[in-house]
């Protein structure tokens, strides 16, 4: 599919990719909805754990007709109040249409009602979620946009459903799809600080009260001296991987998009500072035509400020896709 979209440009003073990924920390999330009407709503995960996961449902002070439910996906230590899901949120309820803004298995609010931890592979929570959502939100179909490694997750589970997938359409946006590779470079020196600060947020998201943890385990979260290392001594030990590696392999998206078969459109930044460029541009979109790349030069880690607009250039991308697959 054909997007008509004019090109990512970056506006002042967010120039260059780190300036563009640090935008979303350095302001404020945007902030109450209204007009539009938000509510609580949890969804138990009915896989014997008691975990239920915690969303906020949203709908539009002017609903359209006929609209579907689309369901929003934060990355690693987001939540629903995370800038970039506030941003898209704003953008589908100015447009009329509901939103449910999803907290992943021990994220955010979801980690009072949550024992367990979520991680790339787990696929498994959002076939859970759509498969318990009510009939009045699901009825006028579903669609779905997941952030970093929220997009990661979407990607596994679209490729491992293939038609079965029970979405109109979806959207990636800076999804690492090869897991080895973006910790790699997540550990690269010029990445120092953002590394830092991820695994300081990981450590405490993890080890937060509400988290069922042996011992071993917290000691095993809190000694972790790299990303890699807290994946190889709790994420894949705790979920039955033989170490991180193993993690990564059997659970990247790269392995599973060809078995896509919903319209998915996969946004990236080939500047981004975190994920490696080239696991994109090499990647050969031709072989499957319910992927439609846009792949910009500029942008970084789901920044995306650009020029013409106080909304990322992301969210007007995802809208426009969504429109076209309607």
């Given at each position: 599919?054909?997007l ?6 970056p506006?002042f ?5 780190d ?6 920390h ?9 007009p539009?009407?938000?509510e ?8 014997g754990?008691g975990?239920?996961?915690v969303?906020?449902l ?10 579907p ?6 990355g690693?230590?987001?939540?629903e109040e995370?800038s ?6 704003r953008?589908l ?6 939103v449910?803004?999803l907290?992943?298995?021990?994220a955010?609010?979801?980690r009072?009602?949550?024992?367990g ?16 959502l009510p009939?009045?939100?699901t009825?006028?179909?579903m669609?779905a ?8 997750m ?5 490729g491992e459903e293939?038609?079965?997938a029970?979405l ?15 910790c790699?470079?997540?550990m690269?020196r010029?990445?120092a600080?953002y590394h830092?600060?991820i695994l ?8 937060a009260p509400g988290?069922?943890?042996s011992?071993?385990?917290r000691a095993a ?10 994946d190889?001594?709790?994420?894949a030990p ?13 659970c ?6 060809g078995?896509i078969r ?10 981004d500072?975190?994920i490696?460029?080239a696991?994109y541009s090499g990647?050969d ?11 910009s030069?500029r942008?970084g880690?789901v ?8 909304r990322p250039?992301s969210?007007l991308?995802?809208a ?7």
């Amino acid at each position: 599919m054909s997007l008509d979209i004019q090109p990512f440009r970056p506006r002042f003073p967010w120039w260059g990719a780190d300036l563009q990924t640090l935008r979303n920390h350095l302001r404020r999330p945007p902030g109450e909805l209204a007009p539009h009407k938000s509510e609580r709503l949890e969804v138990d995960l009915d896989d014997g754990t008691g975990d239920r996961l915690v969303c906020s449902l949203h709908r539009p002070a002017m609903p359209a007709e006929g609209t579907p439910l689309t369901i929003l996906i934060h990355g690693l230590t987001g939540t629903e109040e995370s800038s970039y899901i506030r941003s898209m949120a704003r953008c589908l309820l100015d447009a009329g249409e509901r939103v449910l803004s999803l907290n992943l298995r021990g994220a955010g609010p979801s980690r009072a009602t949550c024992r367990g931890q979520y991680y790339a592979g787990r696929s498994d929570d959002f076939r859970a979620l759509l498969r318990k959502l009510p009939a009045e939100l699901t009825g006028g179909g579903m669609r779905a946009v997941g952030y970093s490694l929220g997009g990661a997750m979407l990607l596994k589970y679209l490729g491992e459903e293939g038609k079965a997938a029970p979405l109109r359409a979806a959207a990636t946006v800076c999804a690492p799809i090869d897991l080895s590779a973006t910790c790699r470079r997540m550990m690269q020196r010029r990445n120092a600080l953002y590394h830092r600060h991820i695994l300081r947020q990981m450590k405490v998201e993890a080890t937060a009260p509400g988290a069922f943890l042996s011992a071993k385990e917290r000691a095993a979260i809190l000694g972790a001296g790299s990303v890699w290392d807290y994946d190889e001594v709790f994420i894949a030990p705790r979920h039955g991987f033989a170490g991180a590696e193993d993690y990564y392999e059997r659970c990247k998206p790269i392995a599973f998009m060809g078995g896509i078969r919903v319209p998915t459109l996969v946004l990236a930044a080939l500047d981004d500072p975190w994920i490696p460029g080239a696991i994109y541009s090499g990647y050969d979109w031709a072989a499957n035509s319910s992927l439609t790349p846009l792949l910009s030069e500029r942008g970084g880690h789901v920044g995306f400020h650009g020029s013409g607009s106080g909304r990322p250039w992301s969210d007007l991308a995802v809208a426009t896709f969504f429109a076209g697959v309607a």
